[in-house]
């Protein structure tokens, strides 16, 4: 019996795993839609887009290009107030989209 549960547990890891893919790309979109509510006053949020207010301001997909750019150091950035920006309060699941979908722009 003991040796069942090693095969048990394999056999629903698969559509377990599965699942957790779509959700990453729904993520993703969601990050797209509140980054474009909210950063895109100062940020072009979308691929090949220019800033709207000129150079001085990262575009994401620029953002996602930098070699320092992993999840962790979105976050942390995200978490933290910078002087020149507004000081939007993230929540978990949101600042997870965000990064999810600046991630996303590697590709």
Known sequence: MRSLIPVAAALLAGPALAQTAAPSANLADEGRRLAEQWCSACHAVAPNAQPPQGDST??????????????????????TPHAGMPNFQLSRQQTDAVVAYILSLRR
Do not use: D, Y
């Open 58 to 79: 990262p575009g994401f997909a620029g953002v996602a290009a930098m070699p320092s750019t992993t999840e962790m150091s979105l976050r942390v950035f995200l978490q």
